[in-house]
Nanobody
Framework: QVQLVESGGGSVQAGGSLRLSCTAS????????MGWYRQAPGKQRELVAV???????MYADSVKGRFTISRDNAKNTVSLQMNSLKPEDTAVYYC?????????????WGQGTQVTVSS
């Protein structure tokens, strides 16, 4: 099992910045991709940004140029720097990690952290 604990959510005005962090613990030796997803009220959970173990990244079009994902493999953390926040970024943000073991993928989620952006 892998446990993911997020921190850093909160409330900010439009144009502001927040930084989310997530620390993994447990069976972390084979974690592959880590990332962030979000879910706004009444909407499906969507990918925000992911980063592979070797550092390649992928972003949702809606956050490109504003959000930056980073990872520290030595500390088992993944962070999301969010700049130029917009009200539509308001959502619960979830940390995500996956690992492969004997050909099977295991996916893990954090408990979520609320981000609220006011206009």
């Amino acid at each position: 099992q892998v446990q993911l604990v997020e921190s850093g959510g909160g409330s900010v005005q439009a144009g502001g910045s927040l930084r989310l962090s997530c620390t993994a613990s447990g069976m972390i030796f084979s974690i592959n991709t880590m990332g962030w997803y979000r879910q706004a009220p009444g909407k499906q959970r969507e990918l925000v940004a992911v980063i592979a173990s070797m550092g390649s990244t992928m972003y949702a079009d809606s956050v490109k140029g504003r959000f930056t994902i980073s990872r520290d493999n030595a500390k088992n953390t993944v962070s999301l720097q969010m700049n130029s926040l917009k009200p539509e970024d308001t959502a619960v943000y979830y940390c995500n990690a996956d690992r492969w073991l004997v050909g099977q993928q295991y996916v893990y989620w954090g408990q979520g952290t609320q981000v609220t952006v006011s206009s």
